[in-house]
Structure formats: C-alpha cells, structure tokens
C-alpha cells in the first residue's frame, strides 16, 4: 500500500498568513494526488485534483504543486473560512489512501 | 444540480450488519464510480473501496475485506455499502462520494456499534 504522510499535523496562523502543507509519498504517484478541505460536522470539499488543478469554484488562493511522492498545498492569504482540517488523498493506485491530515487553528 | 442523499443513522449491537444507501441525482448515474469513506469520532478519513456504477467491479480496502459488500442499482441510482460482523470500532460517520477524485459526497450517515 502507499502510505501518504502529510505534515505538520497541526498549524497555528493569522488571518492573511501564507501557509504550506506538504504531502509525501512513500512511492511514486505521478500527479495522482487531491487535497481536500473539511470542517467540523460536514463532507470534505475537493480542492485541488490532479496534483494542481483548482476544483470548480474554488477560491484561487488555493494552489497545488508536486509530483511523483512530494505534494503541497498552499494557502496565498489565509481568510477566516480556511481554518479548518486538510487532507491529500493519493488515487494513482489501490487502495487509496489519505494523509492524515492537517488542522489549520487560528493563532 | 448533483445530489448523493444517504440513509438515516443506525444503531447497532457488535455482531450486527449494517446496509448504508446512496442516492444520487443530477447526473448519469453509470457515468461515475462511488468510494466510500469512513471517518471514526474525532479521526482521520479512511477509504473503504469503490464501485464502478457501470459493470459493478469493486476494489475494498485489506483491512475491510471479507466484511463489506458495495452495490449499485442503476435502475434507482442507487449505491449500498453493507458491513458485516460490527465492532465497536467500526463506529464512524460514513459518506458516499462520486468520482475519482471524489467531487461531490454524501452528507454522511453516522453507525454507532454499541451494546
């Protein structure tokens, strides 16, 4: 199986911050990778598919880059909505398989 | 606009069965597999397995195998997810979600396992 470690596990930050959370994994993936947005009490929300491309309707502060087994996530300028807990997702091969996500709290 | 209505919240004793139901709408149903996701209180997202809506192959998580069954009825767009031999820590909410990568999801169904 590919194991997917995401990290930090948790951050602290400001509103307008830029934060990176990064994903590796423990084999090549090509660009098989989404992250995903989930807050307290609701589904997860698609972000990015495809290593780096922004999901429908999604807020362009949010970008995706990486590769192969390093993937990150950014966040230009955090607004009052992003915090909340984000996972990649890593679907190049069976079984699929989540990080184990990251908790963006405010400072 | 696309739509994956799950059933209601289920309790049940270790031991016991529980069959979760998807339904979708707004779209072609056979067009878009359906992965199930588990996510335990206060956990991580877990991947269970996926559907194809269109010839009914499966592929299930190792650690599920032999214990869950997933389904579709195309003729009600419809998506099951049946797990068997309950343990408590198979207490979790659980979404149905459409597409690789999943784009749109269920509003979750929560199985509490308790005797």
């Known amino acids: 199986d590919i194991q997917m470690t995401q990290s930090p596990s948790s951050l602290s930050a400001s509103v307008g911050d830029r934060v990176t959370i990064t994903c590796r994994a423990s084999q090549g993936i090509r660009n098989d990778l989404g992250w995903y947005q989930q807050k307290p009490e609701k589904a997860p929300k698609l972000l990015i598919y495809a290593a780096s491309s922004l999901q429908s309707g999604v807020p362009s502060r949010f970008s995706g880059s990486g590769s192969g087994t390093e993937f990150t996530l950014t966040i230009s300028s955090l607004l009052p909505e992003d915090f909340a807990t984000y996972y990649c997702l890593q679907y190049n091969s069976y079984p699929w398989t989540f990080g184990q996500g990251t908790t963006v709290e405010i400072k | ?115």
């Open chain 2, 1 to 115: 606009q696309v739509q994956l209505v799950q059933s209601g919240s289920e309790v049940k004793e270790p031991g016991a069965s529980v069959k979760v139901s998807c339904k979708a709408s707004g779209y072609t149903f056979t067009n878009y597999g359906i992965s199930w996701v588990r996510q335990a209180p206060g956990q991580g997202l877990e991947w269970m397995g996926w559907v194809s809506t269109y010839s009914g192959n499966t592929y299930y998580a190792q650690n599920l195998q032999g214990r869950v069954t997933m389904t579709t009825d195309t003729s009600t767009s419809t998506a099951y997810m049946e797990l068997r031999s309950l343990r408590s820590d198979d207490t979790a909410v659980y979404y149905c979600a459409r597409r690789v990568p999943s784009d749109y999801w269920g509003q979750g169904t929560l199985v509490t396992v308790s005797s």
